[in-house]
């Protein structure tokens, strides 16, 4: 498999697309935690979600989010 995925350095933020069992497609943000020959794993601010290769839809790596700021008036 020559997939994107497979180059990126560990730790980097990442959005995968893949889907779920019945056919639905789901979303995993995170940093990518750990890969092997049957997928990969990101650790989303949910918890580690494990993504096996077969059902990878799309990924790509993502910058950092935004800084949170402040509302002004409070």
């Known amino acids: 498999m ?3 995925l497979l180059t ?6 990442v959005v995968i697309r893949h889907r779920l ?3 639905s ?6 940093e990518l935690l750990e890969r092997d020959d049957n997928g990969c794993t990101v650790g989303t601010k949910y918890g580690p979600v494990r993504i096996a290769w077969t059902a990878v839809v799309a ?5 950092p989010p935004p800084d949170v ?3 002004r008036g409070r």
């Open 2 to 4: 020559t997939h994107p």
């Open 8 to 13: 990126l350095p560990l730790g980097t933020r």
């Open 21 to 23: 069992e019945g056919g």
């Open 25 to 30: 497609a789901t979303d995993a943000l995170g």
């Open 59 to 63: 990924g790509k790596e993502i910058p």
């Open 69 to 71: 700021r402040r509302r």
